[in-house]
């Protein structure tokens, strides 16, 4: 079964750039099954998607984002991987990584990571 | 943007039924996914596109979606599905989470 493990910095200063990265096991990020998705949750609050990555390179981000958001795809490292720029306060969240079956209409998130805290503070 | 919107509570008696509503404009056109996050865990996907369960999950879990509105109903709650329930729907290029139901068991 697919296991996914993200890694982060935990604490960050406002402006920073967040590098996340979410290494797979039990299965290939080469699959074309599969897209690969970030989810965030701001403590005490609901899930936010944030981007999905396919593991050629294509990817979509959610507009509110947009401009912050990069995702890449290293697959001799079965991992994959966000930076968020001039991150402040609000982007204080458990950050996870899960596996996206299907695409837009029918796509939907089934496997999930643990979980990275990533706390903004200066 | 799109929203959908969900009660932020619903209480429930062991082994009685528990229906949790996801609300957006037109969502019966799309489809509705729900997830189970229970108290620090990560979320896990109970029902995907409207009424189909993955591998594992209870019958007890069924979903619904017409009109407005997507449900998801657990019958014969248990104790173990006390938990935060999140719809989840596409639209305009992005995946919109509802804002969560919290299950009580009493």
């Known amino acids: 079964q697919l296991q996914l493990q993200e890694s982060g910095p935990g604490l960050m200063k406002p402006s920073e750039t967040l590098s996340l990265t979410c290494t797979v096991s039990g299965g290939s990020i080469s699959s074309s099954s599969y897209y690969w998705g970030w989810i965030r949750q701001p403590p005490g609050k609901g899930l936010e998607w944030i981007g999905s990555i396919y593991y050629r390179g294509s990817t979509y981000n959610n507009p509110s984002l947009k401009s912050r958001v990069t995702m890449s795809v290293d697959t001799s490292k079965n991992q994959f991987s966000l930076q968020l720029s001039s991150v402040t306060a609000a982007d204080t969240a458990l950050y996870f990584c899960?596996?996206?079956?299907?695409?837009?209409?029918?796509?939907?998130?089934?496997?999930w990571g643990q979980g990275t805290l990533v706390t903004v503070s200066s | 943007s799109y929203e959908v919107t969900q009660p932020p509570s619903v209480s429930v008696s062991p082994g009685q039924t528990a229906s949790i509503t996801c609300s957006g404009d037109?969502?019966?056109?799309?489809?509705a996914s729900w997830y189970q996050q229970k108290s620090g865990q990560s979320p896990v996907l109970v029902i995907f596109q409207d009424n189909k369960r993955p591998s594992g999950i209870p019958e007890r879990f069924s979903g619904s979606n017409s009109g407005n509105t997507a449900t998801l109903t657990i019958s014969g709650t248990q104790a173990m599905d006390e938990a935060d329930y999140y719809c989840?729907?596409?639209?305009?290029?992005?995946?919109?989470f509802g804002s969560g139901t919290k299950v009580t068991v009493l």
């Open positions: 037109k969502l019966g056109n799309k489809y």
């Open positions: 989840q729907a596409w639209d305009s290029y992005t995946y919109v």
């Open positions: 899960a596996t996206q079956l299907g695409m837009e209409v029918a796509g939907r998130f089934d496997f």
